[in-house]
């Protein structure tokens, strides 16, 4: 069987070759071969793939080789910088330029998340949401979502090492909770800016269109399923990789009634500290407003990233 090769993927495929193109540009001429020419062997390993095995394992390499372009470039240049100043004895993954396959790898460590940075102050957004509201809801309650995070995932590293599990219940609690507080405000903080709004473009249009028939009807349902979220919560558009649709839905309490095998691309967060400031009791107008600063440009390089993950569709 072959993969409805033609159409869908050469989008993909080539924004991810101009991508390795240019971070190859930076690598020694020998490497910068040996990179583009795996990159051809697995296109063609996805163009002709027989088994599906052999379709997915070699979209996941590809992935992984892209990965590995971007930090390898990262690294290099950080070494000139580096070496511009004093002589630096350079890294095992310097010396070590053939680690194609195993892609580097930077996990936050345990209890050690931080605060994302806005990318505009706490009153670009004005006037559709206030500054002392932004101040309080990054600032404050972002940070406490990421400190009681750091705590829960230390208490449970405690838990495992002393083998003591009589509070497991209580800090896997706290894990969902601050987990989804954390994960969530980093994408609705980030799929904001001043002067944004208007419409979705180009490929996120397009699927808006064939999975809700048109953006007025995706957003009246988005609108809808936000102002009814029982207490505090989210609506969310996510990406079903299952599915291979977007679906919009709501987060209860965030760590309730979420589906946890999705992408979420966009986020609203309908909890009260998010508009209470500004818009008492008024929900409704806080919604319609909101949408006048979503910029639709970073929703839709999520939604470009999560349509990069492959899983097997059942
Ligand atoms: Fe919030």
Same mark, same amino acid.
């Given at each position: ?20 193109? %240019? ?43 892209? @990965? ?6 990262? *690294? ?8 511009? !100043?004093?002589?630096?004895?350079? #890294?095992?993954?310097?010396?070590? #330029? ?13 209890? =050690?998340? /931080? ?5 505009? #102050? ?21 940070? +406490? ?11 449970? %590293? ?6 003591? $599990? ?16 954390? $994960? *969530?405000?980093?994408?609705?903080? !980030?799929?904001? #800016?001043?002067? &944004? ?19 007025? &009807?995706? +957003? ?32 209860? /309490?965030?760590?309730?009634?979420? =589906? ?16 209470? *400031?500004? $818009?008492?009791?008024?929900? +409704? &107008? ?11 440009? @970073? ?10 993950? *492959?899983? %097997?569709?059942?």
């Amino acid at each position: 069987m072959q993969y409805d090769w033609l159409d869908w993927m050469k989008k993909p495929l080539n924004d991810m070759l101009q991508d390795c193109q %240019q971070q190859a540009e930076f690598f020694p001429q020998e490497e910068q071969q040996e990179i583009l020419g795996r990159f051809r062997a697995l296109t063609r390993s996805i163009k002709y793939a027989i088994q599906p095995a052999t379709y997915y394992q070699a979209w996941e390499e590809l992935i992984a080789l892209q @990965r590995y372009c971007r930090e390898r470039r990262e *690294l290099l240049t950080l070494s000139i910088q580096d070496t511009e !100043d004093s002589e630096v004895e350079p #890294s095992a993954i310097e010396k070590d #330029s053939t680690a194609i396959s195993v892609a580097p790898y930077r996990p936050v460590p345990i209890g =050690q998340h /931080k605060l994302p940075p806005l990318r505009y #102050s706490y009153d670009a957004l004005e006037p559709y949401i206030d500054r002392e509201t932004m101040r309080i809801h990054h600032a404050e309650l972002h940070q +406490k979502y990421v400190n009681d995070l750091n705590k829960a995932e230390k208490q449970l %590293q405690n838990a495992r090492e002393k083998r003591n $599990y009589d509070l497991v219940k209580h800090w896997e609690r706290e894990l969902a909770f601050n987990g989804a507080g954390h $994960y *969530l405000h980093t994408i609705f903080f !980030d799929i904001m #800016s001043p002067g &944004a709004g208007g419409e979705p473009k180009g490929d996120l249009r397009d699927q808006i269109i064939r999975d809700f028939g048109s953006y007025r &009807a995706f +957003k009246e349902h988005f609108s809808q399923a936000a102002e009814k979220v029982e207490g505090g919560g989210w609506a969310l558009l996510i990406w079903s990789p299952r599915a291979q649709r977007l679906e919009i839905l709501q987060a209860e /309490k965030h760590q309730n009634l979420s =589906q946890q095998d999705q992408i979420p691309i966009l986020a609203l967060d309908v909890w009260e500290h998010a508009y209470y *400031l500004k $818009y008492p009791n008024k929900r +409704k &107008a806080y919604i319609e407003n909101w949408f006048k600063v979503v910029d639709w440009n @970073r929703v839709n390089d999520r939604y470009d990233t999560a349509r990069r993950v *492959l899983w %097997q569709p059942y």
